[in-house]
Antibody, heavy 119, light 107 residues
Framework: QLLESGGGLVQPGGSLRLSCVGSGFTFNEYALNWVRQAPGKGLEWVSGITGLDNTYYADSVKGRITVSRDNSKNTVYLQLNSLRAEDTAVYYC???????????????WGQGTLVTVSS | AIRMTQSPSSFSASTGDRVTITCRASQGISNYLAWYQQKPGKAPRLLIYGASTLQDGVPSRFSGGGSGTDFTLTISWLQSEDFATYYCQQYYGYPYTFGPGTKLEIK
């Protein structure tokens, strides 16, 4: 239901745009998140965007990344700028579960796309 | 940001065992706590949300408890497919944060 793309090898200081296409649900009704996992490390929530286009970022990436969505294309994007070696990770797209509160757990995840920052 | 901690960081157990993983939040998060299971090379899987509500399709041997700052995940009868890494995550507020994970290994 979620399919990421756009990962690859990029030099330090470079930029990359990741995409995540959703299917099987009413895309514009759900918040979408980006979660990353560095090789051999744990999960790190990076960014989220609500159905109303409110955006949120982890302190570790604030100012260097931008999340956006195009509901007409059922797609959420993550623009990564000024990339560093420590940004090397698998980036997962994850959908919020339907819930009655403003913040919800993530019930569906994509397979991830690998971003490698290296010269 | 709310900091999440987990213990133990790793644990060895046998099939049929009952195991409990603990998670602590640096401030009260009510019951806005989720547990995920991740196997190598795979995306995480939501197991429990609202601290104690089982996600659809998750076996009933998994259970969660707690509220405020202290939470638990219990697997009552370990099966071979349960050996994985488990993460807690708070969604009380942005930025969401995860615990460092607990790796459950076969003894």
């Amino acid at each position: 239901q979620l399919l990421e793309s756009g990962g690859g090898l990029v030099q330090p200081g470079g930029s990359l745009r990741l995409s995540c296409v959703g299917s099987g649900f009413t895309f514009n009704e759900y918040a979408l998140n980006w979660v990353r996992q560095a090789p051999g490390k744990g999960l790190e929530w990076v960014s989220g965007i609500t159905g109303l286009d409110n955006t949120y970022y982890a302190d570790s990436v604030k100012g260097r990344i931008t999340v956006s969505r195009d509901n007409s294309k059922n797609t959420v994007y993550l623009q990564l700028n000024s990339l560093r070696a420590e940004d090397t990770a698998v980036y997962y797209c994850a959908k919020d579960r339907y819930c009655s509160t403003n913040t919800c757990p993530m019930d569906h995840w994509g397979q991830g796309t690998l971003v490698t920052v290296s010269s | 940001a709310i900091r999440m901690t987990q213990s133990p960081s790793s644990f060895s157990a046998s099939t049929g065992d009952r195991v409990t993983i603990t998670c602590r939040a640096s401030q009260g998060i009510s019951n806005y706590l989720a547990w995920y299971q991740q196997k190598p090379g795979k995306a995480p899987r939501l197991l429990i949300y609202g601290a104690s509500t089982l996600q659809d399709g998750v076996p009933s041997r998994f259970s969660g408890g707690g509220s405020g700052t202290d939470f638990t995940l219990t697997i009552s009868w370990l099966q071979s497919e349960d050996f994985a890494t488990y993460y807690c995550q708070q969604y009380y507020g942005y930025p969401y944060t995860f615990g460092p994970g607990t790796k459950l290994e076969i003894k």
